[in-house]
């Protein structure tokens, strides 16, 4: 049973000087500095229990982010946290419809970001309340009781609540097999550690190979910079896994619709599974055309990660636009928007494959994918999700790979929870780590 009245909402900045040794770099944003708005929910119920969210950030525009939260706390503090699960459909529609910073939006953008660490955090407190991991929250709920989550508004013309809530009943079949099935095997993933645009070949040479010995089997490659340098890079990493493993393609948005179809033509030699994020996320009809030259190649385009919100997803389903769906924690308005975009993945019959490649988002994720599977889907077939290897040391409850798949979390709540020091070492500006750094001429 949830319980208490939330007191208190505070935010951080916090930042982690990814870009000086070059992780995360890609062919558009070459410098990341991997990065959080880290919100704490406090409650007055007695037990103490917090809740911890976060919304992703590449480093400078994350000050912006941490003041849309606060501009959101006006609609958090002094609500009770059991009227906010009664009426889930209703908080969330409270804060992405404020009359004022709606305008900054809708759905999209910096309030977005924020409105999603909110929600996190919300997420977070609610799972630990009620002593469950959030995907086993998620597992467990009755299927009313999920919808009732979900803000239908602007997708019902291709997912009403009716088909949702058949979606649901069906996923109930073979729900307890598929949940034992998870928790002995785990969740499928593949990395993106070993292939980062700005890594030298011999940095790369030597993550493949241990990445191999790890029992990794599917990879991914950033592009997008130089075709040259693509193709040879491509080739040193088929040449380094071998024909049957697999291969994928990540351009960040760098081409133009013609240029992405060219472009990719030209590394297909070196058989990639999909190409990803070959032109600007906002382009379903660019994507759609992109789909369609490139699939007589044996090669998909998979696209999410900086969709602003549950409509591009729609239209990207609409126009066959994409093969393989990437839900992201936080870029959709929490677990509540990804909810509407997993049921519509699965009655488009389109494999989720989420996007992981940040501060957090694998932690975060692994929870949607699992519920996803047990759930929704049922299926594991072309499905994986993405993983990378920084940064998980600064949360209390990592992430855990084993034979390259997700180990279900056990820990209550959502894995947002950083621990303390790393939170009061790399807070910007004031950290001791960012004073260090920012003292350098």
């Known amino acids: 049973m949830v ?13 982690f000087p990814t870009s000086l040794g070059h992780h995360g770099s890609d062919a558009m944003h070459p410098d990341p500095d991997y990065s959080a708005a880290y919100v704490v929910i406090e409650t007055d119920a007695r037990d103490g229990v917090k809740g911890y969210g976060l919304t992703f950030t590449l480093g400078k525009g994350t000050e912006v ?4 939260v606060n501009a959101l706390s006006i609609h958090v503090v002094n609500k009770d946290l059991e009227e906010i699960v009664s009426d889930f459909r209703g908080f969330y529609r409270q804060l992405t419809s404020d009359g004022q910073l709606r305008w900054i939006g809708p759905e999209k953008g910096a309030v977005h970001l924020a409105t999603a660490a909110v929600l996190n955090a919300v997420w977070d407190l609610w799972a630990k309340q009620e002593g469950k991991p959030l995907w086993k929250l998620l597992v467990d709920m009755d299927p009313k009781q999920l919808l009732s989550c979900i803000d239908f508004r602007y997708i019902t013309d291709a997912l009403t609540e009716e088909e949702a809530h058949e979606i649901l009943q069906n996923g109930r079949l073979g729900k ?3 949940e034992e099935q998870v928790l002995k095997h785990g969740y499928p993933a593949y990395t993106t550690s070993c292939a980062w645009l700005g890594y030298p070949d011999q940095q790369l040479k030597q993550l493949c190979t241990d990445a191999l010995k790890d029992g990794w089997t599917r990879f991914k490659v950033k592009v ?20 049957d493993k697999t291969l994928m393609l990540d351009a960040n948005q760098r081409w133009e619709v013609k240029e992405a179809i060219e472009w990719v033509t030209k590394l297909a030699e070196f058989k990639p599974l999909w190409i ?12 759609a055309a992109i789909s369609k030259a490139l699939a007589p190649l044996g090669i998909g385009v998979a696209t999410g990660e900086q969709c602003h919100n549950r409509v591009i997803f729609k239209q990207l389903l609409q126009a066959k636009a994409l093969s393989y769906l990437q839900i992201d924690s936080c870029r959709l308005g929490s677990v509540n928007e990804n909810l509407s975009v997993l049921l519509m993945a699965k009655k488009f019959q389109i494999p989720v494959c989420p996007h992981a490649g940040g ?7 692994q929870h949607l994918i699992i519920f996803d599977y047990i759930s929704v889907s049922g299926s594991l077939e072309n499905r994986m999700c993405e993983y990378v290897d920084h940064l998980h040391e600064h949360f209390k409850y990592p992430v855990v790979i084993q034979k390259a798949s997700y180990v279900p979390p056990q820990d209550a709540g959502y894995s947002t929870e950083m621990k303390e020091d790393s939170v009061r070492k790399f807070q910007f500006p004031q950290g001791e780590i960012w004073q260090k750094l920012l003292s350098k001429p």
Not at 227 to 237: A, Y
Not at 276 to 287: A, F, Q, V, Y
Not at 359 to 365: I, Q, Y
């Open 3 to 15: 319980r208490g009245r939330i007191t208190g909402l505070a935010v951080s900045d916090v930042r």
């Open 65 to 68: 982010v941490v003041c849309a």
């Open 176 to 178: 307890t097999e598929r």
């Open 224 to 243: 997008g910079a130089d075709l040259q340098d693509d193709i040879r890079r491509c080739r040193l990493i088929r040449e380094m896994i071998g024909p």
């Open 276 to 287: 990803e994020e070959p032109t600007s996320p906002d382009d379903i009809l660019g994507h």
């Open 359 to 365: 501060v957090g988002l694998c932690e975060l994720v």
